[in-house]
């Protein structure tokens, strides 16, 4: 009974449309940052090492890239109200989930092999809620007019 409960919660949570990102996929994810009391967003750009729990509320990717020579690893959650937008920019062709072999590499054996995408309707956003189709009722134009 109150895993129900939970999982309503949880899906309360979820944003109601999120774009596709796998492991490979290099994205851009625009993150609201709070300095005093002033919020900005700020880019953070590299390649999805992992993705976690992609149909929870909870759901996680794990983005690194490379700045100023030192590899950098930051966790966003997918859902979270902070993160504003997160758009893929390349997709590249891999074969596990979690590219932890990446953090040993650097330069050229670094690369993943690029994979041809249709980055517009990638990054289109779906809409979870489709408007129900109502009911046709007889227009006015057919029916006579009655005065």
Known sequence: MSFSILQKIGEAQKKSS????????TVKVTQKIKEGEKFRSQVFEGVVVRVDRKDSHTAR????????????????????????????????????NNLSYLRERSGKSARLAGKDFD??????????????????????EDSPKAE
């Open 18 to 25: 999120v774009v596709d990102v796998r492991s490979g996929d």
């Open 61 to 96: 990717i794990v983005v690194r890239k490379i700045a100023s020579g030192v590899g950098v690893e930051k966790s966003f959650l997918i859902h979270s109200p902070l993160v504003e937008k997160i758009e893929v920019v390349r997709r590249a062709k891999v074969r596990r």
């Open 119 to 140: 980055r517009a309707a990638v990054n289109a956003l779906p809409s979870k809620e489709e408007p129900a189709e109502a009911p046709t009722e007889p227009t006015t």
